[in-house]
């Protein structure tokens, strides 16, 4: 039997939340759907935005996914499809690093399904551990480069003021109110928060 692990991290490559708990047989909207991760995203316990760069996940306001790529797309939305995509190289990236460590994960694990899960926890537990402490656990070619990978965005307060707006959309239909979060989101990275070199990376 397979398992998945749900998780959530942070910049610094880090597991901030994960649910090992599931059959792996289910898809990822269901697996979402029944976490208690998804509980406190939907009372909006977090008070923070989060991305998934699929189409898996439905895009709430405070879930962001990227634009339908069926379709032709404007330069703002080309340019938050791409901005999104980096965010997500952070959550590969920390499974890679994860799998790189534990060899276990490299192949089927030959034992019962609760020791699994038990595997997946003291790993996560350690590669936290290991990520906080050690300055060689991760080394070169284990994560994704990019000439500017480091992005400052302006300041805390410029950020935070944009994520304020987004919580006063108003709107008795949740995809549209979600979408209108998106689109500001995509006209701050087309302005205010843009950087220099991604309009050269989307063509």
């Known amino acids: ?25 289910m898809n990822d909207a269901s697996i979402l759907s029944k976490s208690l991760f998804n509980e406190k995203l939907i009372t909006n316990a977090f008070n923070f935005l989060l991305n998934r760069s699929d189409d898996v996940f439905p895009l709430r306001t405070n879930l962001l996914k990227p634009y339908s790529r069926i379709g032709t797309l404007s330069q703002k939305q080309k340019i938050f499809n791409y901005r999104l995509s980096r965010v997500r190289r952070i959550v590969e990236n920390v499974f890679g690093i994860l799998v790189s460590r534990f060899r276990i994960f490299e192949r089927p694990i030959s034992v ?15 590669h936290n551990w290991l990520r906080t402490t050690s300055t060689a656990y991760i080394s070169a070619g284990m994560i994704d480069t990019e000439t500017w990978m480091r992005v400052r965005l302006r300041s805390d307060q410029q950020v935070q003021g944009l994520v304020d707006v987004t919580k006063n959309i108003a709107s008795n239909n949740h ?4 979408a209108a979060v998106r689109d500001k989101f995509a006209e701050y990275f087309s302005g205010n928060g843009s950087v220099s070199w991604q309009n050269t990376m989307i063509h």
């Not at 995809?175 to 979600?178: F, I, L, Q, S, W």
């Open 175 to 178: 995809y549209r109110n979600a």
């Open 112 to 126: 019962s399904l609760d020791k699994i899960n038990a595997i997946v926890r003291a790993s996560c537990a350690l």
């Open 1 to 25: 039997m397979n398992t998945v692990l749900l998780a959530l991290v942070d910049a610094s490559y880090r597991f901030i939340y994960i649910d090992v708990e599931t059959n792996g047989r």
